[in-house]
C-alpha cells in the first residue's frame, strides 16, 4: 500500500515561513520523482515545485525566490520549505509521485 502523508501546514502571518513534510511508503522513494501541488478554494490544482530522483528540481514562476524542495532518501521524506509567504499562497498542499497523491495539508496565510 502507497501512503504518502503530508504535514506542518497551519496559520502563518505574511511574511512568516512554513517547512511541509511528506512522508512516502509503499514506493522506491529513491527512485521516485516527487513533487508538491496545491489548490486554493475555486481554483484547479497547480504545480508548486517538483524534485527528480537525480535531485534536479523546477519551480512554479510564483514561488521562485521563495520555496525551496528538497529530499532525505535515507528517511523516505520530501520537504517544502516556504518563506516570504504570501496571501495567495493559501491552498491546500499537496504531495505528489506519479500516480499518488497524499491527503494534504492546509496551509493558511493571513493577518
Known amino acids: 500500500q502507497v501512503l504518502l502523508v503530508e504535514s506542518g501546514g497551519g496559520l502563518v502571518q505574511p511574511g512568516g515561513s512554513l517547512r511541509l513534510s511528506c512522508a512516502a511508503s509503499g514506493i522506491n522513494f529513491r527512485l521516485a520523482d516527487m513533487g508538491w501541488y496545491r489548490q486554493a478554494p475555486g481554483k484547479q490544482r497547480e504545480l508548486v515545485a517538483t524534485?527528480?530522483?537525480?535531485?534536479?528540481?523546477n519551480y512554479a514562476d510564483s514561488v521562485k525566490g521563495r520555496f525551496t524542495i528538497s529530499r532525505d532518501n535515507a528517511k523516505n521524506t520530501l520537504y517544502l520549505q516556504m518563506n516570504s509567504l504570501k496571501p495567495e499562497d493559501t491552498a491546500i498542499y499537496y504531495c505528489?509521485?506519479?500516480?499518488?497523491w497524499g491527503q494534504g495539508t492546509q496551509v493558511t496565510v493571513s493577518s
Open positions: 524534485i527528480t530522483y537525480r535531485g534536479r528540481t
Open positions: 505528489h509521485a506519479v500516480p499518488y
